[in-house]
């Protein structure tokens, strides 16, 4: 099972970008799906999760207000909408499907992962 991150790129402070996760319907229809990060040199750290129908988000406190977490069940794509983003923003942003119906903040709780896309922000 193959997640496919994109969507990133290089983008000025106060910027927008729109991350996609694509994977096969039946890998995403029923799961929980989170957006994590990770900057040069530390650990990949939580964003934001949404439940296996959308009902259910939570976000990273640095996210809050900033991004919004959505899927299309009926493609199987989530997304990660991005907005006022500053270089701390700057990492590969990471789509994982978790092993249960919502989403979690904690790693171990996703079993399959993509590739990751790269966010770059200029100051």
């Known amino acids: 099972v193959q997640l496919q991150a994109s969507g990133g790129g290089l983008v000025q402070t106060g910027g927008s970008l729109t991350l996609s996760c694509a994977a096969s319907k039946r890998t995403l229809s029923n799961n929980g799906v989170g957006w994590f990060r990770q900057a040069p040199g530390k650990e990949r750290d939580f964003v934001a999760s949404?439940?296996?129908?959308?009902?259910?988000?939570v976000y990273a406190e640095s996210a809050k207000n900033r991004f919004t977490i959505s899927r299309d069940r009926a493609t199987g794509t989530a997304y990660l909408q991005m907005s006022g983003l500053t270089p701390e923003d700057t990492a590969v942003y990471y789509c994982?499907?978790?092993?249960?119906?919502?989403?979690?903040?904690?790693?171990?709780?996703?079993?399959?992962w993509g590739q990751g896309t790269l966010v770059t922000v200029s100051s």
């Open positions: 949404i439940s296996w129908n959308g009902g259910g988000t």
């Open positions: 994982a499907a978790a092993r249960g119906a919502y989403g979690s903040r904690s790693r171990s709780d996703y079993h399959f």
